[in-house]
Nanobody
Framework: QVQLVESGGGLVHTGGSLRLSCAASGVTFNDYIVGWFRQAPGKEREFVARIAWSSGYTYYTDSVRGRFTISRDNAKNTVYLQMNSLKSEDTAVYYC???????????????WGQGTQVTVSS
């Protein structure tokens, strides 16, 4: 069975940092596109960042570019999202996902984690 498990969420003050992790079992990230999405209360799921596992190519949505960094650990089959300079608008449930296309659309991803809550207070 395939399982993606996010961790590292929490409550931080504006300007703080968090590091999210997504560990995979039952699937190896090699040759996958691995992305981070988020969903705030009352809003649709939003693309945040993605990485092409094999090449290391990364892409970020404009609102997080320069503040967030997506990275991978091949040996641990784990993807990370380092979040710095956090803002209140970053508050959301963050999900990791894996798919076969370099896309910002949730529909392009077929393995999903359960999500981890990130709350940024003013």
């Amino acid at each position: 069975q395939v399982q993606l498990v996010e961790s590292g969420g929490g409550l931080v003050h504006t300007g703080g940092s968090l590091r999210l992790s997504c560990a995979a079992s039952g699937v190896t990230f090699n040759d996958y596109i691995v992305g981070w999405f988020r969903q705030a209360p009352g809003k649709e799921r939003e693309f945040v960042a993605r990485i092409a596992w094999s090449s290391g190519y990364t892409y970020y949505t404009d609102s997080v570019r320069g503040r967030f960094t997506i990275s991978r650990d091949n040996a641990k089959n784990t993807v990370y999202l380092q979040m710095n300079s956090l803002k209140s608008e970053d508050t959301a449930v963050y999900y990791c996902a894996a798919g076969g296309m370099h896309s910002s659309s949730p529909e392009s991803y077929y393995y999903w984690g359960q999500g981890t809550q990130v709350t940024v207070s003013s």
